[in-house]
């Protein structure tokens, strides 16, 4: 058996029957099969005998064999039979997104939801020293329940002899599929993918809002971010999959569920002769209409973020009935009983007795207090000297101002850094931007720390009588520290703190209150227990607010 001798209805191995040619990279073949023996759809990668690939298409289905994120399809199987190599891989029906993006631009809230099912399955990824290195919009599948598949991990770039790739590389091109799915153009010189190049000004890639209007700014800012050289208004690049995640769940909310309106995006797609019938996304969430509430957009409790970033209203509520529906329709109010006439001089005269009663404890209480008044008075009718005591400063409740903050993760237990991008994102009074911890397996930070947050400087001692913290998720553990010594910089080890306040299982508010205010320039927000979110535990904060 050859490479050119495996066709349509030929029995690879013995166990997998070809059905049809999906594609061809330089020389290879990559086939829709059924595994005979599982009863089940697979793909087989096959190589020409003696092509030199073979040794490296091996290792990289060993490399795929590490990743444990559902969102990767599995390499099944990699051997050589008859003098033919082969690589079995899991199938999922479903439309690539390269063929969904020849209808037209995502929507904001797809294109996010989308990006960021993907970097977090490379957040997964990397942890494990590998990396994709072929992530592009032929990779990146909708499945026909409306799940997100990454196909080819590690397995493509060996078929196309492009290296494994690194960590960067694969999160600047999931930028460019953001940048494409945002946009409808390709952020290349040349086309790709069937997009036209996306447009440059003075050697400068426009920005997604710059292309097509109504794109979201926050994902205009991720995906400049990701993109420019230097990123605008001087902000920090990302560059991990991990700070890609936080920033897009501060966007779209952190739910796995598939976003509204995808049914939409699909049928204009089979429209445009890009989808065929046979290929059927599951049905979106309906849409709700949206009720008009000035209010801004809160993160729900389970992560979610409202969808008002994309001119829909946070949330809806019943709009009370301006009146009862014709022809006796739904249920009445009966109505207000009248007063009685009769017998009504009996009530009159009960009423004028309690009025009098009334005057009567009024005139009693103004003499009491006027002789209270005399007998405090001396005999030239001065008032004496009280002592005034000093106590605790008053509280105001006014809000204080943070001029800077910094994510704590103090070492040795800590690396030093906790997603130190999405700080600001903690005190910038927007509902809908949140800062993340890391990922981990058990919700007291996998039992390798004491705790992590974020430190706020003040510019000056000032007396803290609450934090309020915003929360995404239940089942937070925090504490609000202020430094043992006060100086000029925050303590930079976590024995350099003392707890004040402490919450416990809070979610959605927290309100950490010291007994007494406090004098402090910093105060530290420390998480010491993180709520479920997905396959481990993720503290996240929306917004903090500091009163005197």
């Known amino acids: 058996m050859s490479n050119q001798t495996v066709s349509p209805g030929a029995l690879l191995a013995g166990r997998y029957r070809i059905a049809e040619l999906l594609a061809e990279i330089d020389g290879a073949r990559v086939w829709r099969a059924v595994d005979e023996v599982l009863s089940r759809a697979v793909v087989v990668d096959v190589l020409p005998v003696g092509d030199p690939r073979q040794n490296v298409l091996f290792d990289a289905a060993r490399r795929a064999a590490a990743a444990n994120d559902p969102r990767f399809l599995r390499v099944l199987d990699c051997d050589v039979y008859e003098g033919v190599t082969y690589c079995v891989r899991e199938w999922a029906g479903g439309r690539p997104l390269e063929r ?33 290195g072929s992530i592009s919009p032929a990779t990146v599948v909708v499945t026909d329940a409306g799940a997100i598949k990454v196909v080819g991990l590690a397995t493509e770039a060996a078929l196309r002899s492009t290296g494994p790739g690194s960590p960067e590389e694969d999160v600047r091109a999931l930028g460019e599929i953001l940048y494409a799915s945002l946009t409808g153009r390709w952020p290349g010189p040349a086309p790709a993918w069937g997009l036209q190049p996306a447009p440059v000004e003075h050697g400068r890639l426009l920005s997604p809002r710059q292309v097509r209007a109504g794109v979201p700014r926050s994902l205009d800012d991720i995906t400049d971010r990701l993109l420019g050289d230097p990123p605008r208004h001087h902000a920090a690049p990302i560059t991990s999959a991990a700070g890609l995640s936080a920033a897009l769940s501060g966007v779209v909310g952190s739910s796995h569920e598939p976003p509204s309106q995808m049914d939409e995006t699909i049928a204009v797609a089979r429209q445009n002769g890009s989808i ?52 006796g329709g739904g249920r009445r109010r009966p109505p207000a009983e009248e007063p009685r006439r009769r017998g009504s001089w009996g009530g009159r005269i009960l009423i004028l007795l309690a009025v009098l009663a009334l005057l009567s404890v009024v005139l009693m209480a103004q003499f009491l207090v006027k002789g209270a008044i005399n007998r405090d008075q001396g005999s030239n009718g001065t ?82 009588s609450e934090v309020t913290v915003s929360l995404v998720g239940d089942g937070t553990d925090l504490e609000l520290m202020v430094p043992k010594t006060e100086g000029d910089k925050a303590p930079s080890s976590e024995s350099g703190w003392k707890s004040v306040a402490v919450a416990e299982d809070a979610g959605p508010t927290a309100s950490l209150k010291p007994e007494a205010p406090t004098q402090t320039r910093y105060v530290l927000v420390w998480l010491t227990k993180l709520p479920k979110d997905g396959g481990g535990y993720r503290g996240e904060i929306s917004e903090v607010v500091v009163k005197k």
């Open 100 to 132: 969904m993006l020849g209808a037209g631009p995502l929507t904001g809230q797809q294109a996010g939801w989308l990006a960021r099912e993907v970097s977090e399955a490379l957040e997964n990824l990397h942890r494990t020293g590998h990396s994709h």
């Open 383 to 464: 008032t004496p000297n009280v002592p005034q005591t000093s106590g605790p400063p008053a509280q105001t409740n006014e809000k204080v101002t943070i001029t800077d903050a910094k994510d704590f993760d103090p070492e040795p237990k800590g690396n030093g850094e906790e997603h130190p991008e999405d700080v600001g994102a903690t005190y910038d009074n927007k509902q809908s931007t949140t800062w993340t911890t890391m990922s981990y397996s058990k919700a007291a930070l996998g039992g390798l720390k004491n705790g992590v947050g974020i430190y706020y400087d003040l510019g000056q001692p000032t007396n803290v």
């Open 276 to 327: 065929d019938d046979a290929t059927q996304i599951a049905p979106a969430i309906p849409a709700v209409p949206p009720a008009v509430d000035p209010a801004p957009p809160r993160p729900s409790s389970n992560g979610q973020t409202a969808h008002a970033a994309y001119g829909q209203a946070a949330e809806t509520r019943p709009v009370a009935a301006q009146s009862a529906p014709p022809n």
